[in-house]
């Protein structure tokens, strides 16, 4: 009984052309694991060995018929996850390749949005493949690269053997602009070990208390307005519950298409829990996560990411929050 | 989905139960079908197993994976699945290959007085009898349901944005029209007497459209999505999963525009997976997400008879013999009740 209600992880790979998604790929179908995967491929046309189930799919993003703009999400998906969980045996994860030029979000949301899909499947991380050589000028050309960096839980930052050293620090430092806490791995050919990019649980409200981001120093020189970036708060002064909700709720239905990304942990004033919170645009996943631990500061942490951030008003929203 | 069973203290078996015969396969149940006094089940195993009175079930190894879809073709078995195979399924266990689109599923099937249907990715393939190579129709999204109606003359395809209306003129030729409403639309059926179409959505919610006008609207209010809808009694009424009480929309008259639906509670508050119509009856079959089955007529719900208890899995599948002897119930657990409906003695 236990075994029904299992979540089945899935990861999902996105990475813009030529970054090594397929090396990537074709390393989890042929490598000797001994798990049972579900690998949901674009054109990919190969069968798996070693007991791996290739699906094929066409993206297919349908905007739901629910009055909110940016909810979208991916229909082939809900197909596919729906119909996998009818299998006999149990998939250890599936795996869920994104073409190079996919927006991460509505494969995101699509676990938000869908019932049967949340009820028995979870979604793991986006891990993102970048080629260090490309990635700088692929940022500045496209959106949807910039979209695979602030989605990722892991950046598998490939073809190093490539760059120079204080090439590879410049790369770095973009990516950590756009997202603080994505993990950057250095690979060539994707040469990871699949323990660091399956079952990171990356996306649990649990995992949002390791958020511990980079506080980057305000260096917003010439960037452009579009630019995806990120910020944090941090407050010591608790929060007022109400205020911050009515704030974060406006800012959410007014600004959730340019806000990509958000994740949080709350001290409101009066309540003896730590709330969590984590979204993608205008969708949320939120609860109280236990008692703050005994002897260690409270303190309220907010991070951001997304486009036109410096227009929000952000820290003087939050600033609001506090509790006179 | 488990269900909380601290509060059924060991409940009694039904006679049903009693009656008729417990398979405890633990392989989700996908599918079940009628075939004259036959009842067809496919598995999430790629097997499929008939069910006939006096004689005994073994599995029928069909597809690789996952029977996705079943459908009658005359006194065959027509399924697809998630290896890519469209098969044709006789009584006696013959199998045969009709398409194989590799590892693109094929998602529904379906057929009418020979006509052999499926779809797999946007596209629709239709064998007419005689033909080697299938007529295809592409449509702009993935398939969500195809049906025909009662004389196989229209072919329903519920898509991404409606659902294409495919009519066969009389020099055979099909002509498409499209019915449109915003939104992702999953399985598809007509009414009985092809004055209605139905889908269910990818919203917790149905649409239906008037064919003669084409008249449309949604019927909503739902906790889940409707997975499971059906009409009876002709078409009286349009039978409908999704929440915790069976809702039965009236379609007699001018249809369900501003009437109430019948909505039919049951105990322990669970929710609907499964309608089947009683056949020749204004009565339902109603499977829940514990497991158990009800018997209502939807007219009087005071005439409600439990069939099964529960198993703690969803109901997936009910089926009821062409001669109403027999019914069948499959569950996500891999659960079957196989029983007669009547007592031996009333016969």
């Known amino acids: 009984m236990e075994e029904t209600n299992k979540q089945v992880p899935v990861t999902v790979l996105t990475g813009f052309l030529g970054a090594g998604k397929t090396t990537l790929l074709n390393r989890i179908l042929t490598e000797q694991h001994g798990k049972k995967y579900a690998v949901i491929v674009n054109e990919f046309g190969e069968q798996g060995i070693d007991n791996d189930l290739v699906v094929d799919a066409d993206e297919e993003v349908f905007e739901m018929n629910n009055g909110c703009i940016c909810c979208t999400v991916r229909g082939d998906l809900i197909r596919i996850l729906s119909g996998l969980m009818k299998r006999a045996d149990k998939l250890d994860a599936i795996i869920v390749e994104t073409t190079g030029l996919a927006d991460p979000a509505p494969v995101a949301q699509t676990f938000f949005v869908d019932q049967d899909v949340a009820d028995r499947t979870k979604l793991d991380a986006i891990v993102t493949v970048a080629d260090a050589v490309h990635l700088s000028t692929q940022l500045t050309d496209h959106h949807e690269a910039e979209e695979q960096i602030a989605f990722a839980d892991v950046v598998l930052l490939n073809k190093i053997d490539l760059v120079d050293e204080s090439g590879l620090e410049v790369v770095k430092e973009r990516i950590k602009k756009i997202n603080p806490f994505a993990k950057i791995i250095n690979t060539t050919k994707c040469g990871v070990s699949l323990n660091e990019i399956l079952n990171l649980d990356a996306f649990s409200l649990k995992r949002v208390l390791d958020v511990e981001p980079d506080f980057l120093t305000s260096d917003h020189d010439h960037e452009h307005d579009d630019d995806v970036t990120s910020l944090s708060f941090v407050s010591d002064t608790p929060l007022d519950m109400e205020k911050f909700q009515d704030w974060f709720s406006k800012l959410l239905q007014t600004k959730g298409q340019d806000i990509l990304r958000t994740k949080g942990i709350l001290d409101f004033t009066g309540e003896s829990d730590r709330y969590v919170f984590q979204g993608v645009h205008m969708l949320m996943d939120a609860s109280p996560m236990g008692k703050w631990p005994e002897g260690k500061e409270r303190s309220s942490r907010l991070v951001f990411i997304g486009r036109n951030l410096e227009s929000m008003n952000l820290k003087e929203g939050f600033e609001n929050c506090k509790s006179a | ?347």
């Not at chain 2, 009628?34 to 006939?52: A, L």
């Not at chain 2, 009175?53 to 459908?71: F, N, Q, Y």
């Not at chain 2, 739902?222 to 069976?246: M, N, P, Q, R, W």
């Open chain 2, 1 to 347: 989905m488990k269900a909380d069973t601290s509060q059924f203290p060991e409940l009694d078996k039904t006679k049903f139960e009693q009656r008729g015969t417990e398979f405890k396969l633990g392989i989700p149940v996908t599918n079940a079908v009628t075939v004259g006094n036959s009842i067809v089940v496919g598995f999430g195993d790629g097997t499929v197993r008939i069910f006939t009175s006096g004689k005994s079930s073994e599995p029928i190894k069909a597809h690789k994976g996952i029977v996705l879809c079943m459908s009658k073709d005359g006194d065959n078995i027509l399924t697809g699945g998630d290896d890519g195979r469209f098969l044709k399924i006789s009584l006696d266990g013959k199998i045969s290959e009709i398409g194989n689109f590799g590892t693109r599923w094929v998602d529904h099937v379906t057929a009418n007085n020979g006509s052999l249907v499926c779809s797999s990715g946007n596209i629709v393939y239709l064998w007419s009898p005689n033909h080697k190579e299938p007529k295809l129709f592409e449509h702009n999204s993935t398939i969500g349901g195809i049906a025909f109606d009662a004389k196989g003359r229209r072919l329903a395809v519920s898509r991404y944005g409606g659902v294409t209306l495919w009519k066969k003129d009389y020099s055979n030729k099909w002509n498409s029209s499209e019915l449109n409403w915003k939104g992702s639309h999953n399985k598809v059926i007509f009414s009985p007497d092809g004055k209605y179409l139905v889908t269910s959505m990818q919203e917790n919610q149905l649409h239906f459209w008037r064919l003669k006008d084409k008249i449309d609207s949604a019927m909503s209010g739902y906790g889940a999505k409707i997975k499971s809808f059906a009409f009876v009694d002709d078409s009286k009424y349009l039978a409908t999963s999704g929440a915790k009480e069976a809702v039965c929309w009236p379609f007699d008259g001018d249809g369900p525009v501003g009437r109430e639906p019948i909505c039919l509670p049951y105990v322990g508050n669970k929710l609907v997976t499964f309608v089947e119509p009683f056949p020749n009856e204004n009565a339902i079959l109603t499977g829940l997400s514990d497991g158990s089955v009800f018997l209502s007529e939807i007219e009087k719900a005071s005439n409600t008879i439990i069939i099964r208890s529960f198993t703690e899995f969803e109901v997936s599948a009910i089926a009821v013999t062409k001669d109403c002897s027999h019914l069948l119930i499959g569950d996500m657990g891999g659960n079957i009740l196989w029983t007669s409906i009547w007592d031996e003695e009333k016969k």
